[in-house]
């Protein structure tokens, strides 16, 4: 895609409308190779953390991509009031009816229907009615269809990861300071439900001052290999024989990351990343497939388990890690801790030293309930004692209906409705579109996506080289350090 | 204590009875500050790896150090048949009184008391009626008070972690395999029920091919730090206040690396190690000391949690975690996975994709009750479904009654009722004295508790280095190849 960008008359054609673009945005290959050394630091007046764009009555949308992924967006999207769609693009003819089905059902307005080749994408970033794209294509299209997107003035609404080289982050947060369109990857596990508790809870302090945190993705997904037409598995298991660290590190990272202010007060320093032997895919293909089948042929080198640790500026250390080979259950992690305790996810759970009000007293009425049902059934032995942090408290149910987020204390029933892993599609959508008609910035920028994304190369780098330190780039040029910390708020 | 090693008649009168010593053998100073690359490799004879000493009718113990931690030893070796305690060693007044009550309670012969110096430990080690020394001292003496031992043709078992530097750790490889005695760190922890457990399954190949494991010191221990003139706190405290790394790893790791076969078939080849910041000692001071207090005037560098990433020369992936500061939960994570599935611990779960016959039968005959129950409740909606390893499996009943390790299926009781950690305590002091009784080797030589100890210094020197990639010295100096997979039987 990068080799059509600077000639062709799809590219002059495209450009027709990217006339807000300022006169010294570098368009083309030359952003695309340069180096990390070449940047140059951006002003404060230019940064992208808490940008705010004008103001819309509703959000136009358009799609590219309503695959696995996509269709989900599609459906949230034609059910959320303030949104509209009005553009669909995918070259796959399952995937486009399927989208068509969806629109159906939902009984508005049929969109337009971009299809037939690789950039009939940009046929619809030529229209004028789009205020923003979201992209859930393969990775490897991230790049170039948000790039474009942009520069044809429609914010980038991006899956994750936002890409998966250094150079292509760099370009990405570039043309969205230029062309001042905000490029937010769709990270939606920031939205859960637990996430938006825990950032909650850590706003009000109930952790102390935050250490560590701890998030994953580990997910069986072997059975994508079966996919080889079309389908997530038709391209994502190639790369799990091209990269050797994480490949898909931001659902577990994301929330620890706005619990620690990453780009807003701290940001990722350094980082170092360690992966196990790449044993179950080829395990997997030889039971599976024949013996002549191209699953088998394929070298799997991407270790079963990567383990990546993280080193923040204020000090602080996260755990990331990645296994979507390996039998056994789901788990994000999801683990914050501080000076007063600690939350963990998978299941979820609490312990704290100096409790709040309401919990204290919680506590309190529990041990004496206990108390009084141990003397009356007459037990022997030691009495039971009060709940301290040395064990878990495992029912969220006191925890949500004092902490949870305002967003899911109101609109839980709507979400989980609504659907998209429980509710938390739902949920970033909805905020989206709020953020864009009521001149909020959105919760997460360009900085966010490259920062958590940049594990894909830099975890590959550094298990090649014996698990050796890397640097993690500051995308924010320095901007980190005056931004005032994220609220998810109205 | 190593000053004194080569000069006084301490010393002197100290190697009269060392006679067996080689006639090569270095004493002093000048292996404790030789280099790694000053090391030549072993021959195969030479090796520790299950080294068998001459059988013993009963095993003679002295005890150096009888404070937190010796105390318990001493009253298992009392109560354990085929042991006896001839002599026991300790500088401090109430550790001595508690050693005596303890004898007494027992109702057995009094052995003989040394005190009243540091190097009274020597005058124990001069008896010729000892066969092996139990060492339970601050870390610092570990190291010369085995190498003492050692060379006076005593055994030793020393608590964790075996020492604290990699030149000690060389000077007690060298002088077990020139003295030909074992010197054991006591790792209690692979001794537990589920680490024996996990162990069988492992080698009955129940995970396939491990890839991943994890280890970890997770335990509030910040009230060690009001320990001021004596107990465990009295000096540990200082160690926060040096080390930056992870100084307490074997607890997590021992049970990893034996179900690895590290030192058998695999070694440690390099780690990487990244810590928080260090938060909560000084809070925990300022909260619970004067101000004035010497608690409050020490500056703690020692990251709350400590992450390190271990890769072995055959790929394996370990985490270990040390956070003895934090509020929450005690765990010391104790998981491994391989190709068809993982345990966890903490709470212990098991999760395997292809189920070893029993197990199988067990969740069909499980699923056939809960859809009968589901049937006679009349419940709509999806009926139950089989088990599988996409939710732990939580009822460790089933597993313990077809995977019990021998030892703990024959003496669970015995050693829950003897006590120390649940029995592991019980089980390691029995299963050693069966050992030395018997012509069996020791489950755990000096090249595991040198690798697994290893941790200390190497950590602190990847954390102070941006988490530098550190190489990990092999012990065994190649023999690791040779060695044949653990057994822990009769």
Redesign the interface.
């Known amino acids: 895609m990068s080799d059509n960008n600077s000639s062709g008359n799809n590219r002059r054609d495209f450009l027709k409308g990217v006339a807000k673009i300022a006169a010294g945005v570098a368009i083309g290959p030359s952003i695309a190779t340069a180096g990390q050394s070449q940047r140059a630091p951006s002003s404060a007046a230019d940064t992208m953390i808490d940008f705010v764009a004008p103001k819309l009555d509703s959000v136009r949308f358009g799609l590219i991509g309503t695959g696995a992924r996509g269709l989900t967006h599609l459906r949230l999207l034609l059910s959320l009031q303030g949104a509209e769609v009005k553009a669909v693009c995918d070259t796959d003819d399952i995937s486009l009816a399927n989208a068509k089905e969806a629109v159906a059902k939902s009984g508005l307005q049929e969109p337009d229907y971009y299809t037939g080749h690789d950039y009939a994408y940009r046929e619809l970033l030529e229209r004028d009615d789009i205020d923003a794209v979201v992209i859930s294509t393969p990775w490897r299209w991230h790049e170039p269809m948000s790039v474009d997107a942009m520069q044809a003035e429609k914010h980038a609404l991006v899956e994750v990861p936002l890409a998966t080289t250094i150079d292509d982050m760099w370009k990405m947060v570039e043309v969205s300071e230029k062309t001042r369109m905000n490029c937010m990857m769709l990270e939606n596990v920031c939205y859960g439900r637990d996430e938006m508790m825990v950032f909650n809870m850590v706003r009000q302090g109930l952790f ?2 935050l ?2 945190g701890e998030g994953a993705y580990i997910h ?1 997904l072997r059975m994508q290999m079966k996919q080889i037409a079309r389908g997530t598995g038709s391209w994502r298991t190639y790369y799990h024989t091209k990269m050797r660290g994480n490949i898909y590190p931001t659902h577990g990272l994301g929330p620890i990351a706005q619990f620690m202010d990453i780009n807003r007060g701290d940001r990722f320093d ?3 990343s ?4 790449a ?2 895919r080829s ?1 997997y293909a030889s039971r599976e497939f024949p013996a002549e089948h191209e699953r088998n042929q394929l070298k799997y080198i991407k ?3 990567n ?1 990546t ?3 923040t500026a ?4 996260i ?1 990331v890690q990645y ?1 979507t080979t ?5 788990s994000r992690l999801n683990l914050i ?6 939350f963990g996810g998978f299941p979820s759970r609490v ?3 100096m409790l709040p009000d309401g919990i204290r007293q919680d506590y309190e009425a529990e041990l004496e309930r206990t108390v009084a049902d141990w003397e009356a059934a007459g037990r022997e032995g030691k009495k039971p004692s009060a709940r301290t ?4 408290d495992r029912d969220m149910s006191r925890w949500y209906k004092r902490y949870d987020h305002p967003f899911w204390k109101n609109m839980a029933e709507i979400a989980k409705q609504a659907g998209g892993h429980g509710g938390m599609d739902f949920m970033m959508h909805w905020r989206n579109v709020h953020c864009l008609r009521n001149g909020v910035p959105l919760d997460q920028n360009v900085y966010d996506g490259a920062a958590w994304s940049s594990l894909f190369p830099l975890s590959h780098e550094s298990v090649v ?5 890397v640097d993690i780039p500051d995308f924010t040029r320095g901007a980190w350090k005056q931004a005032r910390p994220l609220e998810i708020s109205l």
Not at 389 to 392: A, E, K, L, R, V
Request: glycine share 12%; net charge neutral; hydrophobic share 25%.
């Open positions: 102390g001052d250490t560590h069986d350094y980082m170092t360690l992966s196990s032997p044993l179950g395990e270790g079963d388990m383990s640790l993280i080193k204020k000090g602080r250390s755990l296994d390996t039998a056994r259950p789901y801790q501080g000076t007063n305790g600690a312990a704290l030293e942090y040395h064990s878990w080289n014996r698990s050796k330190s």
